[in-house]
């Protein structure tokens, strides 16, 4: 389980930058860059409505299309800490992860975005 940053705050799911939910996926199984990623569990918070946050989660099971990223295993996160970045986040294509490491055959080509 991974610790969750989320700046999402339209999401119907974020209470002071963290996540309610009890699991997260992230998608972007092609992703090469954070921009290829979203949060698949973002959902816009309506105007007017309250927000559903129970109580925000310290850490939580977060799955992962990202297979480029080394922090994938399974289609599991490893990382110890993630960040979803969506500050004027209307829908879950305005979300990325912004921890990913990615890997490529060299060694030396790894690139942290």
């Known amino acids: 389980m991974g610790n969750l940053?989320?700046?999402?705050?339209?999401?119907?799911?974020n209470c002071d930058n963290q996540c309610c939910l009890n699991s997260i996926c992230v998608e972007g199984s092609l992703a090469c860059q954070c921009g290829e990623t979203c949060c698949s569990d973002y959902e816009h918070q309506k105007p007017g409505a309250t927000n559903m946050c129970h109580l925000p989660k310290d850490s939580l099971s977060i799955s992962c299309?990202?297979?480029?990223?080394?922090?994938?295993?399974?289609?599991?996160?490893?990382?110890?800490?993630?960040?979803?970045?969506?500050?004027?986040?209307v829908t879950e294509d305005d979300t990325v992860c912004t921890c990913l490491?990615?890997?490529?055959?060299?060694?030396?080509?790894l690139t942290r975005v």
């Not at 299309?65 to 969506?86: P, Q, R």
């Not at 490491?101 to 080509?109: E, F, K, Q, R």
């Open 5 to 13: 940053n989320c700046n999402a705050a339209s999401c119907m799911h």
């Open 101 to 109: 490491l990615y890997t490529s055959d060299a060694a030396d080509d």
């Open 65 to 89: 299309e990202a297979t480029n990223c080394i922090y994938n295993t399974n289609k599991k996160c490893d990382a110890d800490h993630v960040d979803i970045s969506g500050i004027k986040a």
